[in-house]
């Protein structure tokens, strides 16, 4: 078990103070048999209430309404979890699944279906097009394998690049970019899926690697995909592994563009800009027992990186930047 903690700050300034309107939040991350969730603050300023909901996806939804005008939102949110997961956990498929294609149990059928519905189906054919390289009608190939080529694939027929414009792409402009973001990719590979009838779906949260610490300005987000016998799993299409310890989810939508970190509007004067600051800092921690509160000294260098379907918020761009982190223990 390691225990880690993630802190993600984000602050808007404006010229003026500006009527803040109502504001949701995705920033504590799932809970489950693979992660506890130790303790959670939040810091935001100004003055405020806030309410706490499940949404139809199991998601911790904040709705902040703020009480009076400012000129700067902060928003701050300090989590400590205990993650139980180590490395990727086999994929033990029921038999009726181990080959692709395969159908879903009716029961759950009726619950998967809008994780099958393309969001740009316009974009249908050109995804095809993309996938006759991996599988064609007719061919009988295991389930895994199927999933691990269209992971391949991506990151090798896409260059990945930091990109803090809103939303996510449409699979057809990444096919004529030839380049992407992390959601990008997510997106792309959520859509392969859909194509082949598998019910997917995107998951925004927290990548605790040592390499996150090379991409300071990039926001992370992949995929998952339901196996019959294995539930979700994960899929990271940015480096074409499946997904283990290291992600930490917070969201997960049918919509890639549905789970962002922050967001809301305001009123206030016309061609308002906002300057937006992301501070995401994660420090990995040696378990212990609850009721201590012995801090073990730091070893080797670690990075959190927030990840949502844009670091866009409530108007302007997002200027995101890793503060320095350290991981506690071995």
Known sequence: ??????????????????????HMLHVRPREGHDLRIESSSLNITPAYDIEWRRDVFG??????????????LLIASKVVVEQYTKGVVPIALSNNALHYPFHYDPMEQIDLMPYQISVFPQDYLAVGEWMADVWHPGELVETVTLLERINRKIVDSFGYIVRTAEGVQAPELTLKRGKGSCRDMATFFIEACRYCGLASR?????LVSEEAVKDYAT??????????????RGFDST??????????AV???RHPEAIPPVSGSLIGPRQ????????????????KPLQQGVQISPSRNAAVAPCASSCEGISGKCSASWRSTRSVGS
């Open 219 to 232: 926001t992370h987000a992949w995929a998952e995909v339901y196996l019959p016998g294995a539930g979700w």
């Open 202 to 206: 995107f998951v925004s949260g927290y």
């Open 1 to 22: 078990m390691k225990r880690i903690e993630i802190e993600h700050m984000t602050r808007y300034s404006y010229p003026e103070p500006v009527t803040l309107l109502a």
């Open 59 to 72: 998601n911790s939804v904040a709705t902040v309404r703020f009480r009076e005008p400012a000129a700067e």
């Open 239 to 248: 480096s074409g592994e499946m997904v283990e310890g290291a992600h930490i």
């Open 272 to 287: 308002l800009t906002s300057p937006m600051e992301v501070n995401p800092d994660g420090r990995e921690r040696d378990p």
């Open 251 to 253: 969201a997960v939508h």
